[in-house]
């Protein structure tokens, strides 16, 4: 039988799926404005705006209690 999921891992999945898809709709919604993200060289924005997600997860990690495991 596989061991649950624990309730870290599935805050980070659901915060990293929140995070990128409020940043790909951010970005479809400037996609007329590139005066916001234009300060950005462009071979640097796809790094850069991959810390979004990245980020979301790692506080959604960090937040999330830990599953105690029986032994």
């Given at each position: 039988m596989?061991?649950?999921v624990e309730k870290k891992v599935t805050a980070a999945t659901a915060?990293?799926?929140v995070?990128?898809?409020a940043l790909l709709a951010g970005l479809e919604a400037v996609q007329d404005h590139q005066e916001?993200?234009?300060w950005m060289p462009s071979a640097l924005a796809p790094f850069?705006?991959?810390l979004v997600p990245a980020a979301i997860t790692f506080v959604s990690g960090?937040?999330?209690k830990h599953?105690?495991?029986a032994l």
């Open positions: 596989a061991a649950p915060g990293t799926y995070g990128s898809t916001l993200v234009g850069v705006l991959a960090w937040v999330a599953t105690p495991r």
